[in-house]
């Protein structure tokens, strides 16, 4: 598997978390009031920790005035983390923001 793959798979993974937490995710930004950029630093793989990432964020973008309305990051820790729990670390972060 690719890095990239690892990347699709762990933005559906954010989705589906976002979706948990009561938000309407669409496909088309015509039909959102917010644009959500993901990013997530260069994934690799490790062979004793599995696919790493250094850094994510997710920003939020009023669609008409195209001000930013939320930016959430996830540094990582001590050790590089995982693809996996930049997912959790972004979804931990938003959820403090919106509950």
């Known amino acids: 598997m690719k890095g990239n793959d ?6 559906k993974d ?3 978390n976002m979706k948990d ?5 669409v496909n088309s930004p015509d039909t959102a ?3 959500g950029y993901f990013s997530i630093g260069t994934v690799r793989y490790d062979p004793l920790a599995g696919w790493i990432a250094d850094r994510s964020y997710i920003e939020f973008i009023d669609k008409r005035t195209n001000e ?3 930016t959430v ?6 050790i590089t983390a995982t693809v996996n729990s930049h997912v959790r670390g972004l979804t931990k972060a938003l959820r403090k923001v919106l509950h």
């Open 21 to 25: 937490m009561g938000l309407r995710v």
């Open 73 to 78: 990051r996830n540094d990582g820790s001590f």
């Open 33 to 35: 009031d917010l644009v």
């Open 14 to 16: 954010l989705k589906f």
């Open 68 to 70: 930013d309305v939320l």
């Open 6 to 11: 690892q990347v699709k798979i762990a933005l």
